[in-house]
């Protein structure tokens, strides 16, 4: 069995967004999933409000689960066809709140679907009759129903155009402003990520390589993973700029040492014998780098 996630140490702050970064099979997806519970640590413990969730049983963890929700990547195919969007947003409200009348989830239903800039009259329409960024204002309702404190957002633009990501990320930080909502907002899209986040982690193979403040890491990024990732981003610039194409990730590594030696071009004799663990930089900057110390 290979592990997917090695010494991840992340918090996420009442009302804070923090990004997840990282190319596909870095482990983005995974962590976003073992925060929900909907995947479980083989070890280390996962924390929710001061609560160990990982070793609550189901029925101990179901008063957290509504707590935490999640918006998804693919607002088609999140979507049961079957039933109208007000049913869906419902079917979220009665997991939570069984005891409301039928008038008092319709209204319920009618107020979430206002508060992310649908009309409450739609709520009988299915998912078909709606656009793309209009089905993903539909799981954000849903992910509302049930009063979250922390949404993970598991690259819930990427399947948008880009005119209506800009409106999707002003109403996540609006709800956030509103409610005091949490975001862990995994997302490969830096300027996204960038846009809408206070902190960010760089994942590699895994591994947080580099954390901070959004504008620090950006502006002086201390890991070679995280200049690669910021030099991939496509801009104008002269030729002589252009470095060229790292190797691909190798998902099989018999050594010891840092999990970025292969492709670093930064590298020391150490690296490759020792796997650099995460210092302190700076107040609330941390790096995973030989080269950086």
């Known amino acids: 069995m290979t592990p997917v996630l090695h010494g991840i140490s992340l918090s996420v702050a009442r009302g804070e967004i923090v990004g997840i970064v990282g190319e596909s099979g870095s482990g983005k997806s995974t962590l976003g999933r073992m925060a929900l519970r909907l995947v479980s640590p083989t070890s280390g413990r996962v924390f ?171 502006d002086t990024p201390l890991h070679p993973y995280t200049r690669m990732l910021l030099r991939s981003v496509p801009r104008a610039r002269p030729l002589s700029e252009l470095a060229a194409p790292a190797a691909p990730m190798d998902p099989v590594q018999t050594f010891a040492g840092c999990p970025f030696y292969a492709r670093c071009a930064e590298r020391l004799d150490i690296c490759r014998h020792v796997d650099p663990p995460a210092r302190t930089m700076a107040p609330g900057r941390e790096v995973a780098c030989h080269a950086a110390w």
């Open 48 to 218: 929710f409000d001061g609560h160990d969730i990982t070793a609550m049983s189901e029925r101990q963890f179901r008063p957290f689960r509504s707590r935490v929700q999640m918006i998804f990547q693919d607002p088609h195919n999140s979507l049961d066809p079957a039933i109208s969007i007000g049913a869906s947003v419902a079917e979220a409200i009665e997991s939570t709140q069984p005891g409301l009348s039928q008038a008092e989830r319709d209204e319920r239903v009618a107020a979430l679907l206002q508060q992310v800039g649908l009309n409450p009259l739609a709520a009988g329409r299915r998912p078909h009759a709606f656009s793309g960024g209009q089905k993903q204002r539909v799981g954000i309702a849903r992910a509302l129903a049930t009063n979250p404190d922390l949404i993970v957002a598991d690259e819930a633009v990427s399947a948008l155009d880009v005119s209506v990501q800009a409106h999707i990320l002003n109403l996540m930080r609006d709800l956030r402003e509103q409610l005091g909502l949490a975001y862990l907002f995994i997302a490969h899209d830096l300027a996204v990520v960038r846009r809408v986040s206070h902190r960010v982690a760089v994942l590699y193979r895994g591994r947080i390589v580099e954390s901070g403040c959004r504008d620090a890491l950006f």
